[in-house]
């Protein structure tokens, strides 16, 4: 066990103090942290000194942070604590029922809640008591309470702008749900006294074993499979708190006995292309999880679709899509990559795939129109263009997977690039 020498603080150590609630906020939204990261902590501003807010900034980041995933919560607990001034209000507003008028009319941004949460650990969230004036108008209470179920918000709420406890709510939930797939027709049959084909083969055996008299003419169907369901998804910094709320759900499908799927393969990819099946295969999730992070070495990086795709298409399509696999990509469509290289990669995924299904969290907003070069290389070689943002797309996922004239966004975005052109 490290041992640590007798630190000299000042008579009056507000700054140490306000470190310490700093790290107990960090450690409620989630971060490990314990005291020993948090004497790291005073001993590296005392010899950093508190002159630049930016050195202070990555001072504390880098004897408090120990993961990637934990950059955002860090920035915006840091930010709320350190620089906004009106913290406090901002987030006791944050942390009330949404009643217009009462909350700021802009979205929280991302890992804003839970750093809000943490902060507030042990503050009464109840809006303050106003004193009753004297008034002949007359008042109106309304309880906002019931207005929404909390499942049913859950259902609409981003996955970014939710807090630690409304997470934990949501993983349950995804836990819950299934992706069933219908079976198709396959090019091979099976006897059957009412298919429509005859089956010439059976019908010659039977005929040789009477000296060749045709007694019975026998018959078959197609028979039934059902395909492989393969994953792609981007973990690169702008995905990264979508990925890990779709891996949890592509757990449950894969550990989910009887919904149809013949094997479920998963990938993810930021800078490289990385097989988590196997990770997923363990029953339990967190160990899962834990285990697909250690393997995959690009989380919160940077992303390079095309690349990905390219890796993808030659050592790994022939295995796992001879099939006839129904193919989920989960990527905002923002690479930097060539767009030639990457429509070209993804014409050759759609044509190996039987379905190609491609979910974009940015189809939250309203008013998206696809005009990064990306998304105008990738489109046209999709089937459906959905969005995948919250806990209610990902259950109308299983339409799009059923119904194969189903294409989500893709018939209106591809006509506003018609018209564009």
């Given at each position: 066990m490290s041992e640590y020498a007798r630190l000299d603080l000042p008579d009056d150590p507000k700054l140490t103090h306000n470190i310490t609630h700093?790290?107990?906020a960090l450690r409620a939204a989630g971060l490990p942290i314990g005291t020993g990261r948090v004497i790291d902590a005073i001993r590296a501003v005392a010899v950093a000194g508190f002159t630049s807010r930016t050195d202070f900034f990555y001072t504390l980041r880098a004897c408090l942070v120990t993961r990637p995933e934990h950059l955002v919560v860090f920035a915006q607990i840091f930010r709320l604590y350190w620089r906004d001034p009106r913290y406090v209000e901002h987030m006791m507003a944050m942390m009330l029922p949404a009643i217009r008028g009462v909350q700021e009319d802009r979205s929280a941004q991302a890992a804003e809640k839970r750093?809000?949460?943490a902060l507030l650990d042990g503050i009464s969230r109840d809006a303050p008591e106003i004193?009753?004036?004297?008034?002949?108008?007359?008042?109106i209470e309304i309880d906002?309470?019931?207005?929404m179920s909390g499942e049913e918000r859950l259902r609409q709420l981003d996955f970014e702008q939710m807090s630690n406890a409304e997470m934990t709510a949501a993983k349950r939930m995804l836990a819950r749900l299934t992706l069933p797939v219908a079976p198709f027709a396959s090019r091979r049959g099976e006897a059957s006294p009412q298919g429509r084909q005859i089956d010439a083969r059976r019908s010659l055996r039977a005929a040789l074993r009477h000296g060749g008299e045709m007694?019975?003419?026998h018959r078959k169907k197609p028979r039934e499979r059902w395909p492989n369901l393969v994953v792609i998804c981007d973990i690169s910094g702008s995905m990264s708190q979508y990925s890990r709320m779709v891996l949890h759900f592509l757990h449950a499908v894969a550990n989910q006995k009887g919904a149809g799927w013949a094997k479920v393969h998963a990938f993810t990819f930021g800078t490289r292309l990385t097989n988590i099946t196997r990770q997923l295969a363990t029953r339990d999730v967190d160990a899962a999880l834990a285990a697909a992070g250690r393997q995959a070495q690009d989380w919160e990086g940077g992303?390079?679709?095309g690349a990905c795709l390219h890796e993808f298409n030659r050592d790994w399509s022939r295995r796992v899509m001879g099939q006839g696999a129904v193919v989920l990509l989960i990527t905002d469509g923002l690479d930097r990559d060539a767009p030639e290289a990457l429509g070209h990669e993804m014409e050759r995924l759609h044509l190996s795939s039987r379905r190609l299904i491609w979910l974009n969290p940015l189809l939250r907003w309203e008013g998206f129109a696809p005009k990064a070069q990306g998304i105008r290389a990738m489109l046209p070689h999709v089937d459906a263009f959905r969005a995948g943002h919250s806990i209610a797309t990902l259950e109308d996922l299983?339409?799009?997977i059923s119904r194969r004239d189903d294409t989500g966004e893709k018939a209106r975005l591809m006509?506003?690039?018609?018209e564009e052109g």
């Open positions: 700093f790290a107990r750093a809000a949460e004193e009753e004036q004297e008034s002949d108008e007359v008042q906002a309470s019931a207005t007694r019975r003419i992303t390079k679709i299983a339409l799009a006509a506003a690039l018609s």
